[in-house]
């Protein structure tokens, strides 16, 4: 049972509760609802952090793109920058449950939860994401394939705060997309996720007379304990046209 409940305005008030032992919640939409459905009790002491406006902004970035960890994916859908150029990041946030989910659920809790078939992390990998976290003792930068060492596991220590994912920015000719299969039409986790970031170059790559293929990420959603990048797939795909055959080979 929760037994200290404090909000958080400004990112010390909530640096000061975290070093105290307090659990962050952001949108509640995994702490929260999770302990109603009696996943996980609540943890005996809690933060929310909702009110920092300083986890707010999502930002471009010398071409690249800076999300506060308090982004929801409403937001994130929203955005014309990101379904442009981070395509996969806006199909994969376009997904999450259902409007209120997306309303509430930030980026910042989607990432800290570290669910192995959360939809925003094929994304945020293949596009090179580093996460941002804060402690009392400063800040540190760390790339997100280090940050998840299971499901619900992370590298970052109990004290430490998510303040914003970086992504840099894509090479000219880069596209995306996320797919997930599921068996209803919302409020389903991903079953398996795919995300593919590829980046095409001038000139034929192969018979289909496209391409070619300079640069390909694949990253894997809900079959293993993290999201993981597939070399395999993403060698199949270098330096072709993205033809059927390639394609099928990936
Ligand atoms: C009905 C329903 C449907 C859903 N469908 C999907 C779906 O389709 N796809 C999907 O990926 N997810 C889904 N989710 C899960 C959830 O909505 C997302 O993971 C959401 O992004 C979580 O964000 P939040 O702000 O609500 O996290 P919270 O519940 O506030 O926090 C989640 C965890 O992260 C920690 N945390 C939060 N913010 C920070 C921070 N800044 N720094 C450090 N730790 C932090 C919290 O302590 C907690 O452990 C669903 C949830 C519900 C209830």
């Given amino acids: ?3 200290s409940f404090t909000s958080a305005s400004t990112l010390d008030d909530a640096m000061t509760a975290i070093a105290a032992g307090a659990r962050p919640v952001a949108g ?4 929260v609802v999770g302990a109603r459905q009696g996943k996980k009790p609540l943890p005996g002491a809690i933060v929310a952090i909702d009110r920092i406006e300083a986890l707010r902004g999502l930002e471009e970035r010398d071409g690249g793109l800076r999300l506060g960890a308090l982004v929801t994916h409403e937001a994130i859908v929203a955005d014309e920058t990101v379904r442009a150029r981070f395509t996969a990041l806006a199909d994969s946030s376009a997904i999450v449950g259902s409007h209120a989910t997306r309303a509430n659920g930030t980026i910042g809790g989607n990432v800290m939860n570290a669910s192995p078939a959360m939809d925003t992390g094929g994304a945020l990998l293949c596009f090179g994401a580093t996460v941002t976290l804060r402690s009392e003792a400063g800040e540190r930068e760390v790339p997100l394939g280090d940050l998840w060492t299971g499901p619900g596991a992370t590298t970052a220590a109990p004290g430490e705060l998510l303040v914003a994912i970086d992504l840099p920015a894509p090479p000219a000719g880069t596209g995306s997309a996320y797919v997930r299969l599921e ?6 986790i991903a079953v398996v996720g795919a995300t593919a970031v590829v980046t095409v170059g001038d000139g034929p790559g192969d018979d289909s007379g496209a391409g070619p293929v300079t640069d390909a990420r694949i990253a894997i959603t809900a079959l293993a304990p993290t999201i993981h990048r597939v070399a ?15 394609v099928g080979a990936a």
């Fill in 232 to 246: 395999e797939a993403e060698q199949a795909l270098m330096g072709t046209g993205g033809g059927d055959d390639a």
């Fill in 28 to 31: 509640g939409t995994d702490l």
């Fill in 1 to 3: 049972m929760t037994r």
């Fill in 183 to 188: 068996y209803r039409r919302q409020m389903e």
